[in-house]
């Protein structure tokens, strides 16, 4: 069955490292986003381009892409009412430092670059991004 949107949840390398996956994933589902699936792996840099291929163009593109292929990180498929939505709330702002309290990057999140997760955009981009991980 599965009746909801979903969207796609990478918890990048510095949450990974710092053993805050089960407490990333426990703030879903307190807020009804179901994890589908999920897998631990370890990105390499042509990969990380490919995935962050949107931001080509900008100039921290380099060091993203060096960033998400500096260790394993985990990407599971969450599941819910306004899933892309949802998520995006939970996570915060993309810097920590405007991140609202209460969200991940308030919580975990270290500087721009290290703010723990990544959260798909759009229901368009959530299905590119699912496939890119899971092809389904
Ligand atoms: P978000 O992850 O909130 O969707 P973006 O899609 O704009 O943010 O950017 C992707 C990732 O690139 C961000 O999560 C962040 O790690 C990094 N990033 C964004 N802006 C900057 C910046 N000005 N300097 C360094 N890294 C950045
Ligand atoms: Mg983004």
Redesign the pocket.
Known sequence: MSNGERTLSIIKPDAVERNLSEKIKSIFLKNNLLVLDTKKLHLSKDEAAEFYKV?QSKP?YD??CNYLSSGPIEVMILEGENAVLKNRELMGA?DPKNAKDGTIRKLYGVS??K?SV??S?SVDNAKIEINFFFNK
């Open positions: 931001h921290f060091q993203l993309t721009i670059d703010n990544h959260g955009d």
